[in-house]
């Protein structure tokens, strides 16, 4: 009698146990399903939010374009006219001059001349349509060639690799990206120097300006770019993500600065 006690109490306690860990595994499963599902859901709001971001850069960046592209026109049939009628203006009233006055408006001449240059290499670079007609690199040359022409850098531009076209779209951002470099350059560097580098490889394209400059402590930079309303390094990067590029901001105090993207091709 004792026995058959005994043997119902350990079936109880083993059946209690299988229950028990039954019911454990039951909460853990679920558990584990609801921690999925919360994790899937984080995920897909993460990615809605991303997905809205880029959306969002699109159209600014699309709007930019537009704005550019008017600023672009306005320059070369209003500001370009003006500097003409300017000329003539100049080369009318020279034989009347006199000696003295002669070569003070020779001199303007030369200066309207030059503004002229200036004028429709500014507009060329702001409009779309021509730098998707020539192309990533010469638009990029061009954009150098300009800022040589001031005299206060020296300027290298070196090509390696069979050169290829990139989606037109993407040598657009790609382009103002690179503005956006070598404005800051212009800008904040102190440097000497600019040196840009295209790298054509069949499975990537690789492009690197550097310089020999100040320099910056990129995280600190990066840090309080929103407490003081810069958004260059920001905007880099971003539209960098919008092609599906990798953007690498690399510069250390004393030492300049270098920013090298990199596009995986097709």
Known sequence: MQTSISEISVLTIIISTLLLLFFGALVIYYVFLYQKKRFLHHKQVQEMQDTF???????KLEIQEETLDHIAKELHANFSQ???LININLSAILPQSSDEMKDS??????LAKQLMTELKSLSASLNTDHIMHIGFPAALNNELNRIAKTKKFNV???????EYRIRPDHEIILFRLCQEVLNNIISYSKAANVVTM??????????????????FDVNEALRGAAERGSTGLTNIRKRATLI????DIQSTPGKGSSVSISIPQP
Do not use: C, H, W
């Open 82 to 84: 003006l500097v003409s």
């Open 156 to 162: 290298i531009f070196t090509k390696t690799g069979e």
């Open 198 to 215: 295209l790298d054509y490889q069949p499975g990537t394209f690789n492009l690197e300006i550097s310089d020999n400059g100040i320099g």
């Open 53 to 59: 971001a880029r959306t969002l850069l699109q159209s």
């Open 105 to 110: 408006i020779m001199e303007t001449k030369y």
């Open 244 to 247: 599906n590029a990798v953007a």
